[in-house]
């Protein structure tokens, strides 16, 4: 039996949750969150090389992928792999990026479902910036 770190009452070591205050994952002394990050330890200019972050703090806030390579549901990063990325080059569902492929995005160059792009873009409902301020 040990204390729970939480509400401090005495429960089973084997138990997933507290039954007093539902704290989760009770055999971790420390508990930062749901999901799965790893970080390289190697950086380059301050970012890891690699972030993969499927991560969510014990609030529910989603943790993003930023790093050099940016793997994630949100990531930031010169080359992302995301559903909602911003970077240099991105794979995404939604992006801001310099190059893109995506479903949704705003960039230089695209290739996207639906998009703006600034230089050159392919895709089935895709923009070039130009034209869209020419409207106006």
């Not at 050099?68 to 970077?87: E, K, R």
């Amino acid at each position: 039996m040990k204390n729970c770190r939480e509400c401090q009452r005495e429960i089973s070591e084997q138990a997933l949750v507290c039954p007093h205050c539902g704290a989760p994952y009770l055999a971790k002394e420390k508990w930062d969150g749901w999901g799965f990050e790893y970080k390289s330890k190697a950086t380059i200019a301050g970012l890891p090389i690699l972030h993969v972050s499927f991560k969510y703090k014990p609030n529910r806030v989603p943790v993003p992928a930023k790093g050099i390579i940016a793997i994630g549901q949100f990531a930031c990063g010169v080359f992302t792999l995301s559903q909602f990325g911003v970077g240099l080059v991105s794979i995404s569902q939604f992006t801001i990026a310099g190059y893109a492929l995506a479903q949704f995005a705003f960039a230089y160059k695209l290739i996207a479902q639906i998009g703006i792009y600034i230089a050159e873009g392919h895709g089935q409902m895709v923009r070039s910036l130009a034209e869209i301020l020419a409207m106006f």
